[in-house]
C-alpha cells in the first residue's frame, strides 16, 4: 500500500470517528456531516491517497533523489516516450510535424512524455524540448538555421607526389562512388555554424539544467570503444555528465563520420548516435525499463509496469529500399558510400518489429514515404519537408491526442549522486 501503511489508516479512521462524536456531541451538525463525507472517502480509497494526491512528488532517502509520482488511479503508472529519429536535414519534418501538433493541442506537446529521446537532428529537437523550448522554437531553430550548418570544406589540396596523380583519381573515385576523393581525406563540411547555431540556442546550459522532461541522446564513444547515452539526471549514472553542455552534447551526437569531425569531450571522442540507434526508440524503452528497474529496487510501489510504456516515434522520412550491385560482385569502391545507408535503413526498419510485438497498439511511428532518398545535407528540401510535416500533422492529430495527449507528465527528481547506480556487465566478460 503505497504512501500510507495499515496503522496509519487505523489511525486516520480512528481520529475521524472521535471527531465525529465531538463534533456531534457540540450539535455542530454540517461539519460533523462533512467528517463523514471526507471519512467515506477514506474507506473507499482505502489506504491509497494518490485519489486526492494527483501530482504530489516528494523525495526520500537524503541525496538520492527517489522520487514516486502519484497520479490518479485511472493513470498512476502510465509512463510515455517521444522518439526522434535522425536523418540530418530531413528532421526539418520532424520540427513542422510538431509544431503544427502543438498549434492544434494549444500547450508545450513536452508536457505530455516523461522521456524524449533523439539521435543526431532528432537529439536537437528531444534537447530543445526536455530544456523547455516550444515546438515552435525548435521549427524557427531549422527555418533560421537550416540552409547554413552544411558549409563545404574548401578544395582539398594534394601534396608531394600525390599532386600530379591526384586529379586522376579523383575523376574515378567520383564515377564509381559519386562523391569527391576530397572526403576520402577529410570530413566533407565545416562545423561550425552548427556549432554557433547550438550555442545561439542553448548557451552555456548543462544536461544538469533540464529538470522536468527526461531525455536521452545516444553516441558513440570512440575512445572507450563503445555506445554511449548522454542523458538527463532522472536516473543516478546520468551524474557522471551532469556537465556537459547541452551544446556539446549536441556537437556529438551530430558528429556524422565523413559529414562532419568527431567531437572531443573531456578525454574521450565521440560520434554520431546513428552509429548504433538511427532510430532511438528501443534505447528509449530500454531507458523506461531501466527507471522501472531502479523504482522497483527502491520504491517498488512506486515502479511502472511494461504494459503502461507508450511510445509515439517519429521518423525523418523513408525510401524504397531497393539496390542492385554490379556484375557477380562489388568491392569497396562500391560500398564506400553505400553501406552507411544500408545499415542505417536496415536498423531503423528492424527495429519496429520488437518493438511492435513489445508494446502492440501502445507503439505508434509517424513517417512519410519519400520518392528518392533524400541525402542529410539535401537542404534545397526544406520547404517540401516541412509541407509534407504539416500534412501529416493533419491526417494523424485526432489519433494522437487520443492516444498520448490526455496525458501530463510529473516533473522528475534530478538525482545528485551516482549512489546506488545499476551496472550493466560487459556482455560475455564477467
Request: proline residues 5%; charged residues 20%.
Amino acid at each position: 500500500m503505497p504512501f500510507i501503511d495499515y496503522y496509519s489508516t487505523v489511525l486516520y479512521f480512528n481520529s475521524f470517528v472521535l471527531i465525529w462524536f465531538i463534533t456531534l456531541a457540540s450539535g455542530l451538525i454540517l461539519l460533523s456531516g462533512l467528517c463523514i463525507i471526507f471519512l467515506n472517502c477514506i474507506l473507499y480509497c482505502g489506504s491509497d491517497l494518490s485519489f486526492f494526491a494527483s501530482r504530489y512528488q516528494y523525495q526520500a532517502g537524503g541525496d538520492l533523489g527517489l522520487e514516486i509520482n502519484y497520479l490518479s488511479r485511472n493513470n498512476m503508472a502510465r509512463f510515455q516516450i517521444l522518439s526522434l529519429g535522425g536523418g540530418g536535414i530531413r528532421g526539418a519534418f520532424i520540427t513542422s510535424y510538431l509544431n503544427e501538433l502543438e498549434k492544434r493541442l494549444g500547450r508545450p506537446i513536452s508536457e505530455s512524455f516523461d522521456l524524449i529521446a533523439g539521435t543526431s537532428t532528432g537529439g536537437i529537437i528531444a534537447a530543445g524540448l526536455a530544456a523547455g523550448k516550444s515546438a515552435a522554437e525548435m521549427h524557427d531553430f531549422y527555418v533560421r538555421y537550416g540552409a547554413d550548418i552544411f558549409p563545404a570544406q574548401p578544395p582539398y589540396k594534394a601534396r608531394g607526389v600525390m599532386r600530379s596523380l591526384y586529379p586522376m583519381a579523383n575523376w574515378v573515385f567520383k564515377k564509381k562512388t559519386g562523391r569527391s576523393l576530397d572526403a576520402a581525406f577529410r570530413s566533407r563540411f565545416n562545423q561550425e555554424v552548427l556549432k554557433s547555431s547550438f550555442e545561439d540556442a542553448f548557451g552555456e546550459r548543462k544536461l544538469r539544467d533540464i529538470n522536468c522532461t527526461r531525455l536521452v541522446i545516444p553516441v558513440v564513444n570512440l575512445t572507450k570503444g563503445q555506445p554511449h547515452a548522454f542523458r538527463s539526471l532522472h536516473l543516478p549514472k546520468g551524474v557522471h555528465d551532469a556537465d556537459i553542455k547541452i551544446a556539446d552534447a549536441l556537437i556529438a551526437t551530430t558528429a556524422a563520420p565523413t559529414y562532419f569531425p568527431h567531437k572531443q569531450i573531456g578525454g574521450s571522442a565521440f560520434v554520431d548516435g546513428g552509429m548504433w540507434a538511427p532510430d532511438p526508440s528501443m534505447l528509449a524503452v530500454a531507458e523506461a525499463i531501466r527507471i522501472q528497474q531502479f523504482n522497483k529496487r527502491h520504491l517498488p510501489e512506486g515502479a511502472n509496469e511494461m504494459d503502461e510504456i507508450h511510445l509515439l516515434s517519429i521518423g525523418t522520412g523513408q525510401a524504397q529500399f531497393s539496390m542492385e550491385p554490379p556484375g557477380d560482385d562489388a568491392g569497396m569502391l562500391y560500398w564506400a558510400s553505400r553501406a552507411p545507408e544500408v545499415m542505417g535503413m536496415s536498423q531503423t526498419l528492424g527495429a519496429h518489429l520488437p518493438l511492435k510485438f513489445f508494446l502492440q497498439d501502445r507503439y505508434t511511428h509517424v513517417n512519410f514515404r519519400m520518392t528518392e532518398k533524400w541525402p542529410l545535407d539535401g537542404v534545397e528540401h526544406m520547404p517540401e519537408l516541412f509541407l509534407t510535416g504539416e500534412r501529416r500533422a493533419e491526417e494523424t492529430f485526432d489519433r494522437i491526442k487520443e492516444q498520448f495527449f490526455g496525458h501530463l507528465r510529473p516533473c522528475f527528481v534530478p538525482f545528485t549522486s551516482t549512489e546506488d547506480e545499476i551496472h550493466v556487465h560487459e556482455f560475455g566478460l564477467d
